[in-house]
């Protein structure tokens, strides 16, 4: 529930009431900012209060913007300030400042019919109100939620101001200036505007100009029936899932319909995004369903096709684990890469400048977005391979593809660190040894080698090689062979002396990409190795349930939530812990019972990843969020 107290007196013929009430709020009356106080005390503490100036002309997405946005605990526009419960306490405050202050609050009861006082112009933030459609309109400077909101910002609040581009929002000074203000809020449609904001503003081509021009209206139909974006996303997550399904019969007429409903997903995965943009509905839970079902719908999709090709005789299930970790693999490098230099200081490099001056030109843009195949073109890609040609096939595309677009991006990240002089902060160090996911094992061996680091680029080398050899050791000997445990534990020794020390080096966001693709590495070639069916879908099971705890790690650092608590690391083995119980399952058990074993494993791990990372985004108080995101 929402209070909105519009402060000063009603001006005839304004529409501001039943745009607050359209916009869920109940709507109280204040004579000046002594009442608001009072009308403030008596709304329940569990509601969100607004401010807001009874002259205010805009329009009401302005509003919606600035009044509606869950994300922020604090926000205004022009004319409105907004406080969320857990930001009631400094609204409180900083409208009792006002209240106290007798000169401002006599000029607040005089606003309407002083001339001199509105003459004194746009100044702050009401100048750059202005400009926003409503631009020559002379506004107001002395209205309670103005000085309230100024009153904020003086006591260090942090208050989002929404980017309202061509939305009026203004406060005018007189009756003309009204009229003009009204004037501009008719030249604009802000349902126009509106849906237009609905769209990411940087996204692949494929999900730009094949999917964008009508999902956004598809979205807008969803919220005129209520549906929300949780709904949504629980919907593409359901076609998928039925996609997959269809490519597990191995016929064509289910090749086919699996490539239709692939696209349908993505199309709704597209809306789940465009609607919780275009109603604000923003959450917490919403970002995580809308991060996690992304991968699980085209990790099941893989499955799907394995299966389907298995019914036609063709084992492509190590392709189908290999794209999976290809493809975690790429996510890692992108999440790792982005949160060293989240807050890095001096974060520029001449490879970043290029980059900048190629963006610069048109055409290199859709080609530089293409050429990494984000998720639209991937999916596209997928959909037209299974229903034109074999699982096969598809795979083989698939991996070749995200295998160029994995060495361009990370060659590309690579230039960019050694070039550029960033110091990176305590907090990305943190980010960057939650993504690493060492269990007790490495810290073990850490205490054991006195804490002792290694210097600079010798720290992502010593994870690619601790990696390279256990992963090796795996592949390149006969199943049962012991030579797999002792390339384990000279990666365990490896991973400790790697995050010995803060990963705040040029290239230590690396490391934990590398330890990803070595546990994951390690489990493909055993499972393969073993020769048994039923190995490789068991080992694409467990690689999947590690996975997913990966990418929850990712999404609560990125959700500010922090990482997984310890005892859960501890509890699945930390990922050399992972890595050396698997390659010892190998060396101790038959073909068939490690396939058991790795089938045991995979649930187990999936049934305590899960419980904790249910409970936690179920019941997390974190803030809302709706995080754009990688287009991978």
Known sequence: MSTAIVTGQPVPGSSLENDLRSLGF?????????????????????????????????????????????????????GAVTAQPAARQALTHALAGETADSGEAAGDGAAAGDGAAAGNGAAGGNREAAGNGAAGVETAVDGVPDR??????????????????????????????????RQAVAAVDDEAVRLKSAVKSRDGFFTTFCISPYSRYLARWCARRGLTPNQVTTASLLTALIAAGCAATGTR?????????????????????????????????????????????????????????????????????GAMVLQTCRHVVDFSFNEANHDATANTSPTAALSGRLDSVGWTVWVRRMIVLPIGERWAMIAVLTAATTPRITFYVLLAGCAFAATYTTAGRVLRSLTRKARRTDRAALALADLADTGPLADAARRLLGGRGLPGLAVPAAALL????????????????VL?????????????????????????????????????????????????????????????????????????????????????????????????LVTVLAALLTASQFKVALTVLAVAVALVVLAESIRFWVSAGAPAVHDEGETA
């Open 484 to 580: 797999p445990v002792v390339g384990a534990l000279v990666y365990v020794l490896a991973s400790a002396l790697a995050v010995a020390r803060p990963l705040k080096g040029a290239l230590d966001w690396l490391v934990p990409p590398f330890f990803r693709a070595a546990e994951y590495g390690t489990v493909l070639a055993l499972a393969a190795k073993a020769g048994v069916n039923g190995a490789l879908p068991a080992a694409f099971g467990l690689v999947a349930a590690v996975a997913y705890h990966h990418y929850d790690t990712v999404y609560r650092i990125r959700g500010n939530a922090g990482a997984p608590p310890a005892w859960l690391v501890r509890a699945i083995g930390g990922q050399e812990g992972r890595t050396l």
């Open 466 to 481: 601790g990696g390279a050899a256990v992963v090796a050791c795996s592949a390149l000997t006969g199943y049962g062979s």
């Open 253 to 321: 007429a289910g090749f086919v319909a699996a490539g239709v409903l692939l696209i349908a997903s993505f199309v709704l995965d597209c809306t789940d995004g465009q609607l919780a943009r275009y109603a604000l509905k923003y959450s917490t839970l919403g970002a995580w369903l809308d991060a996690t079902f992304d991968r699980a719908k085209e990790y099941a999709y893989y499955a799907g096709l394995a299966l389907g090709a298995a019914r036609g005789g063709d084992d492509v299930w190590a392709l189908a684990l």
């Open 26 to 78: 109940d709507v109280l009356m204040a004579a000046d900012a002594a009442d608001a106080g009072s009308r403030l005390a008596a709304v329940p503490a569990d509601r969100r209060v607004a401010l807001v100036d009874a002259r205010f002309v805009g329009h009401a997405h302005a509003l919606r913007l600035g009044l509606t946005d869950p994300r922020f605990p604090l926000a205004a526009v022009p």
């Open 148 to 181: 309230v909101a100024a009153a904020l910002g003086t006591d260090g609040a942090e208050i989002h101001r929404p980017e309202l581009g061509s939305l009026v929002a203004v406060v005018p000074a007189d009756p003309q200036t009204r009229n003009e203000a």
